[in-house]
T-cell receptor
Framework: KNEVEQSPQNLTAQEGEFITINCSYS?????LHWLQQHPGGGIVSLFM???GKKKHGRLIATINIQEKHSSLHITASHPRDSAVYIC???????????FGKGTKLTVNP | EAGVAQSPRYKIIEKRQSVAFWCNPI?????LYWYQQILGQGPKLLIQ????????DSQLPKDRFSAERLKGVDSTLKIQPAKLEDSAVYLC???????????FGPGTRLTVL
């Protein structure tokens, strides 16, 4: 079983919809990262969080340490949000990132 | 601030050939990572350098993969000989130290025929 699981694997939405992507992990962590990967492009870090909630523009990330779960929300989604969103965790005491398989989001106009 | 640079962006080779990828991290970043990302999967760490020393290469297939960071700045990842299953995107990332945010390069997409 993967240490980091994301759901859904694929998500299609209409422009303007509220999007939620989920990440569950099974190990102790020191931090969790949400990353964005566009087709043919590199990876951009969106959030790094170890507790609570962070907001940047239309993006909101939350984490529940007790439940080992994090969510990434996108409000008022736009076609330019179409990308793969990847959850990664820093295992406690380690510098290594363990990645989920990613969620492919397509936002249609 | 310039980002992480990688070259080439794309490479197509036949199996059993050799290939090399280059990465130049963000200036001042001591930690450099090479990841392999197979289509539909998350990135997998191949090797982590701290300056010019190897911190973790436990998942590097050492019979065919090698990497170096001789002067503690840019790095080269080599595959010799390549296999079909090496087709993937090879990502380079760097961070100020191992516990800081990682910055990723654009990746090199390798196709092995």
């Amino acid at each position: 079983k993967n240490e980091v699981e994301q759901s859904p694997q694929n998500l299609t939405a209409q422009e303007g919809e509220f999007i939620t992507i989920n990440c569950s992990y099974s190990v102790g962590i020191s931090a969790l990262h949400w990353l964005q990967q566009h087709p043919g492009g590199g990876i951009v870090s969106l959030f790094m969080l170890s507790s609570g909630k962070k907001k940047h523009g239309r993006l909101i990330a939350t984490i529940n340490i007790q439940e080992k779960h994090s969510s990434l929300h996108i409000t008022a989604s736009h076609p330019r949000d179409s990308a793969v969103y990847i959850c990664a965790v820093e295992k406690g005491g380690s510098e290594k990132l363990v990645f989920g398989k990613g969620t492919k989001l397509t936002v249609n106009p | 601030e310039a980002g992480v640079a990688q070259s080439p962006r794309y490479k197509i080779i036949e199996k059993r050939q050799s290939v090399a990828f280059w990465c130049n991290p963000i200036s001042g970043h001591a930690t450099l990572y090479w990841y392999q990302q197979i289509l539909g999967q998350g990135p997998k760490l191949l090797i982590q350098f701290q300056n010019n020393g190897v911190v973790d290469d436990s998942q590097l297939p050492k019979d065919r993969f090698s990497a170096e960071r001789l002067k503690g700045v840019d790095s080269t990842l080599k595959i010799q000989p390549a296999k079909l299953e090496d087709s993937a995107v090879y990502l380079c990332a760097s961070s100020f130290s191992g516990y800081n945010e990682q910055f990723f390069g654009p990746g090199t997409r390798l196709t092995v025929l």
